[in-house]
């Protein structure tokens, strides 16, 4: 129940297209959804949160969807640039302490 | 402010080793945490603290202990290191269940 599923294991682009990851959840306790990017040999970066009260959430070219019936959440970058070729993680957790990660996307947009 | 320190950056012990991997944060973050990053399995929590003096188990806590002092350090030890243990370790710090700070990270080898 603890476990978040994360899809695709990786996923190339051409620069200008949208990129979708997606994260699947089972435990229903889980309040707060962030999503994190993380470069070679760097630490993970918080990029966009969502909670399950909204179902949508845009930063810039950063968009969460939310579908709390479905526990489903995905992650779109539209207008992909060839900096945004990172490992990108969807996580969850219940009153922020727990944080639960999916195993990983590589995103690789090309030029 | 540093953020979150790390350090060392990278270490290579022998077997049934011990050793302490440091983490520090300026910013009077209540919740600390430690995580292990393996290929294909993303973050699994080791061990996390809500605040001086309160330490709890994560996912994967057999094999290393924690304690908390003070706000600012929460170092993480090796008791008697083992190959399973090769794996890059980061250190986070949050506010308000944001978890969005994370260290450089420590490479650690186990030979």
């Known amino acids: 129940q603890q476990q978040v599923k994360q899809s695709p294991q990786s996923l190339i682009v051409q620069k200008g297209g949208i990129s979708i990851i997606n994260c699947a959840y089972e435990?229903?306790?889980?309040?707060?959804f962030p999503w994190y990017q993380q470069f070679p040999g760097k630490g993970p970066a918080l990029l966009i949160a969502?909670?399950?009260?909204?179902s949508e959430k845009k930063e810039g070219r950063f968009t969460i969807s939310f579908n709390k019936s479905a526990k489903q959440f995905s992650l779109h970058i539209m207008d992909s640039q060839p900096g945004d070729s990172a490992t990108y993680f969807c996580?969850?957790?219940?009153?922020?302490?727990?944080?639960?990660f999916g195993p990983g996307t590589r995103l690789s947009v090309l030029p | 402010n540093a953020g979150v320190t790390q350090t060392p950056k990278f270490q290579v012990l022998k077997t049934g080793q011990s050793m302490t991997l440091q983490c520090a944060q300026d910013?009077?973050?209540?919740?600390m945490s430690w995580y292990r990053q393996d290929p294909g399995m993303g973050l699994r929590l080791i061990h996390y603290?809500?605040?001086?003096?309160?330490?709890d188990q994560g996912e994967v806590p057999n094999g290393y202990n924690v304690s908390r002092s003070t706000t600012e350090d929460f170092p993480l030890r090796l008791l008697s290191a083992a190959p399973s243990q090769t794996s890059v370790y980061f250190c986070?710090?949050?506010?308000?269940?944001?978890?969005?700070?994370f260290g450089q990270g420590t490479r650690l080898t186990v030979v």
């Open positions: 435990n229903t306790a889980f309040d707060y």
């Open positions: 969502i909670r399950p009260d909204v």
């Open positions: 986070a710090s949050s506010y308000s269940g944001l978890l969005a700070f």
């Open positions: 603290s809500v605040g001086a003096g309160i330490t």
């Open positions: 996580a969850a957790t219940v009153y922020g302490q727990n944080f639960v």
């Open positions: 910013m009077n973050h209540e919740y």
